[in-house]
């Protein structure tokens, strides 16, 4: 997370003020934050591959079964300052994690698979688990809330957009009760698109949130 925090800096060194939009997206001072995003990028994209060629699948899986629940769990591995340059750079540790542990299953089991091998299966299915006790208030995050958020919410844009075979995978009632965590971190869109992706079998669930929308 050094790596992040370097980037980072540009946003957050000197006197921090308010985001402002222009045409040319949101600044923090004169540096563009989709340029700080793209940055966090690249470094998640090195960082997968060296996980990936130096230890494989196998290394993978304990990554996201093992080392990644103990980092969100440790405040000292993920902590950052307050304010709102602390927010921020959480924010982007959050982001960089999510590409991070994405491109690190992608590498092992691929994406458009019609039928995914069965450790990638379960390696989705365990850490989707891990997520949603986390949203249902069921596992305690220690981590900064930001960092929390944004992991959750960009790792599981990416499989909408770029893995849609994973979610289709997933086991029914989990994907039901993930959808409801995400929902309330106001994720609504996500949500409802993490289960039309579900299917046939989680259909009742996004009419039933459909129907709420419409109510609102």
Same mark, same amino acid.
């Given at each position: 997370?050094?790596?992040?925090?370097?980037?980072?800096?540009?946003? %957050?060194?000197?006197?921090?003020?308010?985001?402002?939009?222009?045409?040319?997206?949101?600044?923090?001072?004169?540096?563009?934050?989709?340029?700080? @995003? +793209?940055?966090?990028? =690249?470094?998640?994209? !090195?960082? +997968?591959?060296?996980?990936?060629?130096?230890?494989?699948?196998?290394?993978?899986?304990?990554?996201?079964? &093992?080392?990644?629940?103990?980092?969100?769990?440790?405040? *000292?591995?993920? &902590?950052?300052?307050?304010?709102?340059? $602390?927010?921020?750079?959480? @924010?982007?540790?959050?982001? +960089?994690?999510?590409?991070?542990?994405?491109? *690190?299953?992608?590498?092992?089991? $691929?994406?458009?698979? *019609? =039928?995914?091998?069965?450790?990638?299966?379960?390696?989705? $299915?365990? =850490?989707?688990?891990?997520?949603?006790?986390? #949203?249902?208030?069921?596992?305690?995050?220690?981590?900064?809330?930001? %960092?929390? &958020?944004?992991?959750? *919410?960009?790792?599981?844009? /990416? @499989?909408?957009?770029? +893995?849609?075979?994973?979610?289709?995978?997933?086991?029914?009632? !989990? !994907?039901?009760?993930?959808?409801?965590? /995400?929902?309330? @971190?106001?994720? =609504?869109?996500?949500? !409802?698109?993490? #289960?039309?992706?579900?299917?046939?079998?989680?259909?009742?669930?996004?009419?039933?949130?459909?129907?709420?929308?419409?109510?609102?």
């Amino acid at each position: 997370m050094l790596s992040v925090r370097d980037i980072a800096s540009d946003l %957050t060194k000197g006197v921090i003020r308010k985001p402002k939009k222009t045409k040319f997206g949101i600044k923090y001072g004169q540096v563009s934050l989709a340029r700080s @995003m +793209a940055r966090v990028e =690249h470094a998640a994209l !090195l960082g +997968a591959s060296l996980v990936w060629i130096s230890g494989g699948p196998k290394f993978v899986q304990y990554l996201i079964s &093992e080392t990644l629940p103990s980092w969100f769990l440790s405040a *000292s591995m993920l &902590e950052d300052g307050g304010g709102e340059s $602390g927010v921020m750079v959480a @924010m982007l540790k959050g982001y +960089a994690l999510a590409f991070f542990v994405f491109l *690190s299953i992608e590498f092992s089991w $691929g994406i458009d698979n *019609s =039928h995914p091998p069965k450790r990638l299966a379960k390696v989705i $299915g365990l =850490h989707m688990e891990f997520l949603e006790s986390a #949203l249902n208030r069921t596992t305690s995050m220690r981590c900064h809330s930001a %960092t929390w &958020e944004a992991y959750v *919410s960009w790792f599981v844009s /990416l @499989m909408v957009s770029r +893995a849609p075979s994973w979610i289709q995978e997933a086991d029914e009632d !989990l !994907l039901k009760r993930l959808s409801r965590g /995400l929902r309330c @971190m106001d994720e =609504h869109e996500l949500a !409802l698109r993490l #289960l039309e992706i579900g299917g046939i079998r989680v259909m009742g669930a996004a009419a039933e949130m459909i129907i709420e929308f419409k109510r609102i």
